[in-house]
């Protein structure tokens, strides 16, 4: 099992510039998250969707758009990018009434 | 949403136990109490979970209090690959399971 899957693993943006993120699971699960963390903190929370065709917001949603079109995929977006959004980004998957998240190994976002 | 208090870091001696303590005053009666881990350059990776009896895996131990208000997470043998930062996160089955990590424990262990 691949899990969850995230590409690309690592990404330089000019300010300005936009950019999707793409997370895919294998696992048939319901939930998927977007997460960033920045250096020396924890993960917050940014989107997360709670079956096909549904988004909500986290903690942090400003600056990002997600689309969950197919259940195995959650999109993140960046459409103008800028230096504040430099972190590291990772996608987990949950089932509904199971076990905790699967985390795919993150994708490095630098904004210059 | 419920949150979790942590110490921010702790050291244990390779080949010791590790107790891992962590706060949760406010916990709901739906809340499950998630540990997680995270090592050097990686994404965090599932521990072990609880709702209200002790419980055990090939990882680790998780000890919940009577009144919920704490856990602790057991590491029985400590080796050096344990060495990450531990999160202790609760999950809300009725908040569509959303997760909100705090900055989490830095173990160190010394060899």
């Known amino acids: 099992n691949a899990g969850v899957t995230q590409t690309p693993k690592f990404r330089v943006l000019k300010t300005g510039q936009s950019m999707t993120l793409l997370c895919a699971q294998d696992m048939n699960h319901e939930y998927m998250y977007w997460y960033r963390q920045d250096p020396g903190m924890g993960l917050r929370l940014i989107h997360y969707?709670?079956?096909?065709?549904?988004?909500a917001k986290g903690e942090v949603p400003d600056g990002y758009n997600v689309s969950r079109l197919k259940k195995q995929n959650f999109l993140l977006g960046l459409e103008s990018a800028a230096p504040s959004q430099t972190s590291v980004y990772f996608c987990a998957s949950s089932d509904q009434d199971r076990d905790g998240y699967t985390f795919g190994s993150g994708t490095r976002l630098t904004v210059v | 949403d419920a949150k979790t208090t942590q110490p921010n870091s702790m050291e244990s001696n390779e080949e010791e136990p590790v107790h891992l303590p962590c706060n949760h005053s406010t916990i709901s009666g739906t809340d499950y109490i998630h540990w997680y881990r995270q090592l050097p350059s990686q994404g965090p990776e599932y521990v072990i979970h609880?709702?209200?009896s002790n419980v055990n895996n090939r990882m680790a131990s998780l000890a919940i209090a009577e009144d919920r208000k704490s856990s602790t997470l057991i590491l029985h043998r400590a080796t050096l690959r344990d060495a990450a930062v531990y999160y202790c996160i609760l999950r809300d089955r009725n908040t569509g399971n959303q997760f909100y990590f705090g900055t989490g424990t830095s173990l160190t262990v010394i060899p």
């Open positions: 969707s709670v079956g096909e065709g549904t988004t």
């Open positions: 609880g709702l209200t």
